[in-house]
């Protein structure tokens, strides 16, 4: 069973210096398994 996370609606800094006000990151395994402005959460995260 895979362990997955979504941080939902949270202001996104990234290292390349990209800024997101409301954006989502979805974590599978301890990895960023993707994030942005527009994703939708996987149907079953923690």
């Known amino acids: 069973m895979q362990k997955m996370l979504a941080l939902v609606n ?8 990209r800024f997101y006000e409301r954006g989502t990151v979805v974590v599978k395994e301890r ?4 994030l942005g402005p527009d994703l939708d959460p996987p149907p079953a995260p923690r």
Not at 31 to 34: D, E, N, P, T, V
């Open 10 to 17: 949270g202001k996104i800094i990234t290292m390349a210096g």
């Open 31 to 34: 990895i960023i398994a993707a």
